[in-house]
């Protein structure tokens, strides 16, 4: 018997990892819906200056910010009316009624020229009748500000994940309780927040919570055998998409940021089964010799899955736990001698494994250049990801469709990430799909002037695959990392995609230079890391979680079947002295 055989025995029909994978999935509601409101409480309608200066001009000329302040720097009139005829007789006007150059008769009767910088507006009610924007003016030179708010949000996002890398020693169970906890928490703050300074930080703080939505998948995939993960853990994401098409719609009949954000917290409640149905890791407790808990949740297990065991079943469980603790790290030292999937470091996984760090990660050369290739794939997949949510334009010019459009695709994009991963392999799937984002997101902008329905086809193809790599790159994480740093590896990939993807509010501001700028720029770092994964990383598919840093660092790219047969033996020689003890 082994771990494997253990979860393949009290599996059954899976009642239980189905329901807590439900559970677990429905607090994406919360997560996709504050993640979304970006795009809603940002939202810039249409505005037109209102500024009771303007009754003063007899004709006005709205001008960029550039045009602006170069106009502020010439002092004469006469300059001025030399810069400005061409302008004036062609009519020009600038996007935003923001700066302005307006002719003003002065006290002597002549006609002066001026810069005006507008300091009233009046906003459209379409699409959103009221956003963060309408109540505070965030256009013109407070533009930076959405900016600004889009990037600490993301940057929030990153220190949450950062802060979890050091969360291994910490029971997952309760850590998890403690996020949906702060998710409630700070929810109601950002409602009840007086202005924008204090809306800004509770937006930051909320955002340190996000590290709710991919603690579930560890403790899922750490629950169910090896052949059920790809499964598992991929259709836990379906809630997202949901969760996606909900926003849009909240969105859509709210119209107003403030009722918006007030009716989602009625989405909080998808927290509460957690505190109910969420068991502590059997392997996390093993690993910290917590074997009395061990077989209890083994025992939880056994009974919503209405499996019953052979007398002796849990003792034994216990008894080949405990053989992995005292042996894994001698056979690991055994095996590397002479085996060309050992590293000239592996002694360095050999100490006690309640005490794997981040430094060991980056000691070892194989577990260092994973993780180091899986944070570029991952980043160059988030970053095009956020890249595309945040754009309220990408797939169809109505916001409101483009959001529910994007959250379709997540569905599909989950199921087919369980279909493929599952029988293509984590590897190949991932190279496929990000070669297939570059090709659709660049497509996108060319195509859209000519056919704006072949273009929102083709953009609905790459939010998809870029979705499906997403999910595939998640599932690789988990498996890339044993045990004992299993969360510190998955978060540090995450803390790497979300200070990648920090950029992304400004690559989309680049739009403005050049419409297809951004949309080359993700487009070029989703094929970088369909290269880097192609040559750097191993299929993981067949492979069983490994529990060591030694047996992780033995996994080869080029040299899966070898890791998989050494450790099926390793696996068998423990039985054997486990059954002489």
Same mark, same amino acid.
């Given at each position: 018997?082994?771990?494997?055989?253990?979860?393949?025995?009290?599996?059954?029909?899976?009642?239980?990892?189905?329901?807590?994978?439900?559970?677990?999935?429905?607090?994406?509601?919360?997560?996709?819906?504050?993640?979304?409101?970006?795009?809603?409480?940002?939202?810039?309608?249409?505005?037109?200056?209102?500024?009771?200066?303007?009754?003063?001009?007899?004709?006005?000329?709205?001008?960029?910010?550039?045009?602006?302040?170069?106009?502020?720097?010439?002092?004469?009139?006469?300059?001025?009316?030399?810069?400005?005829?061409?302008?004036?007789?062609?009519?020009?006007?600038?996007?935003?009624?923001?700066?302005?150059?307006?002719?003003?008769?002065?006290?002597?009767?002549?006609?002066?020229?001026?810069?005006?910088?507008?300091?009233?507006?009046?906003?459209?009610?379409?699409?959103?009748?009221?956003?963060?924007?309408?109540? @505070?003016?965030?256009? #013109?030179?407070?533009?930076? +500000? &959405?900016?600004?708010?889009?990037?600490? !949000?993301?940057?929030? $996002?990153?220190?949450?994940?950062?802060?979890?890398?050091?969360?291994?020693?910490?029971?997952?169970?309760?850590?998890?309780?403690?996020?949906?906890?702060?998710?409630?928490?700070?929810?109601?703050?950002?409602?009840?927040?007086?202005?924008?300074?204090?809306?800004?930080?509770?937006?930051?703080?909320?955002?340190?919570?996000?590290?709710?939505? @991919?603690?579930?998948? #560890?403790?899922?995939?750490? +629950? &169910?055998?090896?052949?059920?993960?790809? !499964?598992?853990?991929? $259709?836990?994401?379906?809630?997202?998409?949901?969760?996606?098409?909900?926003?849009?719609?909240?969105?859509?009949?709210?119209?107003?940021?403030?009722?918006?954000?007030?009716?989602?917290?009625?989405?909080?409640?998808?927290?509460?089964?957690?505190?109910?149905?969420?068991?502590?890791?059997?392997?996390?407790?093993?690993?910290?010799?917590?074997?009395?808990?061990?077989?209890?949740?083994?025992?939880?297990?056994?009974?919503?899955?209405?499996?019953? !065991?052979?007398?002796?079943?849990?003792?034994?469980?216990?008894?080949?736990?405990?053989?992995?603790?005292?042996?894994?790290?001698?056979?690991?030292?055994?095996?590397?001698?002479?085996?060309?999937?050992?590293?000239?470091?592996?002694?360095?996984?050999?100490?006690?494994?309640?005490?794997?760090?981040?430094?060991?990660?980056?000691?070892?050369?194989?577990?260092?250049?994973?993780?180091?290739?899986?944070?570029?794939?991952?980043?160059?997949?988030?970053?095009?990801?956020?890249?595309?949510?945040?754009?309220?334009?990408?797939?169809?010019?109505?916001?409101?469709?483009?959001?529910?459009?994007?959250?379709?695709?997540?569905?599909?994009?989950?199921?087919?990430?369980?279909?493929?991963?599952?029988?293509?392999?984590?590897?190949?799937?991932?190279?496929?799909?990000?070669?297939?984002?570059?090709?659709?997101?660049?497509?996108?902008?060319?195509?859209?002037?000519?056919?704006?329905?072949?273009?929102?086809?083709?953009?609905?193809?790459?939010?998809?695959?870029?979705?499906?790599?997403?999910?595939?790159?998640?599932?690789?994480?988990?498996?890339?990392?044993?045990?004992?740093?299993?969360?510190?590896?998955?978060?540090?990939?995450?803390?790497?995609?979300?200070?990648?993807?920090?950029?992304?509010?400004?690559?989309?501001?680049?739009?403005?230079?050049?419409?297809?700028?951004?949309?080359?720029?993700?487009?070029?770092?989703?094929?970088?890391?369909?290269?880097?994964?192609?040559?750097?990383?191993?299929?993981?598919?067949?492979?069983?979680?490994?529990?060591?840093?030694?047996?992780?660092?033995?996994?080869?790219?080029?040299?899966?079947?070898?890791?998989?047969?050494?450790?099926?033996?390793?696996?068998?020689?423990?039985?054997?002295?486990?059954?002489?003890?």
């Amino acid at each position: 018997m082994n771990y494997e055989d253990v979860l393949c025995t009290l599996y059954g029909r899976g009642f239980f990892q189905i329901i807590l994978t439900v559970c677990c999935g429905l607090t994406n509601f919360v997560l996709i819906f504050e993640f979304q409101s970006i795009i809603f409480l940002h939202l810039t309608p249409e505005f037109n200056c209102s500024s009771t200066s303007l009754n003063e001009f007899s004709q006005v000329t709205w001008v960029t910010e550039s045009e602006y302040l170069h106009f502020q720097n010439l002092h004469q009139p006469k300059d001025l009316d030399a810069v400005l005829s061409n302008k004036f007789h062609a009519n020009a006007s600038a996007p935003d009624q923001c700066w302005a150059i307006a002719r003003q008769r002065g006290d002597d009767g002549q006609e002066l020229m001026r810069p005006f910088s507008c300091d009233q507006w009046t906003f459209s009610n379409h699409p959103m009748s009221r956003t963060l924007v309408t109540d @505070y003016n965030l256009i #013109c030179d407070r533009r930076y +500000l &959405v900016t600004l708010l889009e990037t600490i !949000v993301i940057m929030s $996002l990153a220190t949450a994940y950062s802060m979890a890398i050091f969360t291994d020693r910490l029971s997952r169970r309760k850590l998890l309780l403690f996020y949906a906890f702060w998710d409630c928490l700070t929810s109601v703050g950002i409602v009840l927040a007086p202005n924008l300074t204090v809306f800004f930080i509770i937006r930051a703080l909320r955002s340190l919570s996000a590290s709710i939505c @991919y603690l579930p998948p #560890c403790i899922i995939a750490e +629950l &169910v055998p090896t052949k059920k993960r790809g !499964v598992f853990v991929n $259709l836990f994401w379906i809630p997202f998409g949901l969760g996606y098409m909900l926003t849009a719609g909240i969105a859509y009949l709210t119209r107003d940021w403030f009722q918006f954000r007030l009716y989602g917290l009625l989405l909080l409640i998808v927290h509460l089964p957690l505190f109910f149905i969420v068991p502590e890791s059997p392997r996390w407790l093993a690993v910290h010799g917590r074997y009395d808990e061990f077989v209890k949740v083994l025992k939880q297990i056994a009974a919503w899955n209405r499996v019953k !065991v052979e007398e002796g079943f849990y003792e034994e469980a216990v008894v080949v736990t405990r053989q992995m603790d005292t042996q894994k790290a001698i056979q690991g030292s055994d095996n590397s001698n002479g085996n060309i999937l050992a590293s000239s470091q592996s002694s360095m996984a050999n100490k006690p494994r309640s005490h794997d760090s981040v430094l060991d990660v980056a000691r070892l050369p194989n577990m260092r250049r994973k993780c180091l290739i899986l944070a570029l794939a991952h980043s160059s997949i988030t970053l095009c990801y956020f890249g595309l949510s945040i754009n309220a334009t990408f797939t169809n010019e109505n916001v409101f469709l483009n959001v529910f459009f994007q959250g379709f695709t997540e569905i599909p994009s989950a199921v087919t990430a369980w279909v493929i991963s599952s029988h293509v392999g984590r590897r190949l799937s991932l190279i496929v799909l990000l070669l297939l984002t570059t090709l659709t997101v660049i497509a996108t902008p060319v195509i859209k002037p000519i056919q704006p329905l072949a273009s929102t086809v083709i953009a609905i193809a790459g939010r998809m695959a870029v979705t499906t790599a997403y999910c595939i790159s998640d599932l690789y994480a988990a498996e890339m990392f044993p045990t004992t740093v299993r969360n510190m590896g998955i978060y540090i990939i995450m803390t790497a995609g979300a200070v990648v993807a920090a950029l992304a509010p400004y690559l989309n501001r680049l739009a403005d230079t050049f419409y297809c700028l951004p949309a080359l720029l993700y487009g070029v770092a989703c094929a970088l890391g369909s290269v880097l994964v192609f040559f750097y990383l191993p299929e993981t598919r067949k492979c069983p979680l490994a529990q060591t840093l030694d047996e992780a660092e033995r996994l080869v790219c080029g040299h899966e079947e070898d890791w998989i047969e050494q450790m099926s033996k390793t696996t068998t020689e423990m039985n054997i002295n486990s059954k002489q003890i």
